[in-house]
């Protein structure tokens, strides 16, 4: 079984077009989280997703936004898209939001936006110190996605051991998952990439062959930062998006 890895979309409807187009016929989605927040296609994402039956978690913007969280959580120029965001929400985009799971549990994978001992506090892991409590919750998974960071890396930790590697994957590869291994895995942001690669970053974990590949997808970033200038979006926020960081 493939599966298309979606994740920190961030309302950036030309980069989740171009991710989608990359997946091309995978047999499910699944993204772990922040489908809103940051940028200019709120609605559209969350109907994209809806309808594409994406197997969703909640990120900290989608928590912000639909309520559940407070907006103090958040720097300035988040608050203010998120604010702008909430005003921008359709009925059914909220309720599409507030639907969403913290953690989703597979057959084959368990999938949270920060990490696992305390899914709502949305904390981030960019260590082997960080990565430390996820692996120790992730009990019988032996592969725990995660987004939140919009960095594209894998932390692997072998059977017996207490440590964990760290591992770049922003220039994409493929990820061989070893039976003796488990494994963090990052794919990176499809709508706000912050690894030095501003193209999006999308997945594929496929259940067969035991691999995680990531790819890079190029899309009109221009057409997305004049349509945020256009709304009146912070500007580091669409100028961030040029260089990926
Ligand atoms: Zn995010």
């Not at 110190?129 to 120790?136: I, K, V, Y």
Request: glycine fraction near 6%; include cysteine; hydrophobic fraction near 40%.
């Amino acid at each position: 079984m493939r599966h298309g890895i979606i994740s920190d979309v961030h309302s950036n409807l030309e980069a989740l077009e171009a991710a989608l187009d990359a997946l091309g016929d995978v047999d499910v989605l699944i993204s772990p989280g922040d489908v809103v927040g940051y940028g200019p296609n709120p609605n559209e994402c969350c109907e994209i997703l809806r309808e594409r039956q994406v197997i969703t978690v909640m990120g900290n913007h989608d928590a912000v936004v639909a309520g559940r969280m407070p907006l103090d959580w958040f720097n300035l120029f988040a608050r203010e898209a998120a604010n702008w965001t909430q005003e921008q929400l359709t009925a059914e985009s909220r309720e599409f939001l507030e639907s969403l799971p913290m953690v989703h549990r597979g057959e084959t994978f368990v999938m949270v936006h920060g990490s696992l001992p305390a899914p709502e506090r949305f904390e981030y892991i960019t260590s082997p110190r960080e990565a430390r409590p996820t692996f120790a919750e992730m009990s019988t998974s032996d592969l725990c996605l995660i987004g939140h960071t919009h960095v594209a890396e894998l932390y692997f930790q072998k059977a017996g051991e207490l440590w964990s590697s760290q591992v770049s994957m922003s220039a994409g590869g493929t990820i061989d998952l070893k039976t003796d291994s488990t494994y963090i895995i990052n794919c990176g942001s499809v709508g706000q990439p912050r690894d030095f690669n501003p193209l999006a970053a999308v997945g594929i974990f496929d259940t067969e062959a035991r691999t995680v590949e990531i790819r890079r997808v190029e899309y009109p970033i221009q057409v997305t930062q004049r349509k945020m200038q256009e709304a009146d979006l912070p500007e580091p926020l669409w100028r961030r998006l040029q260089h990926g960081a």
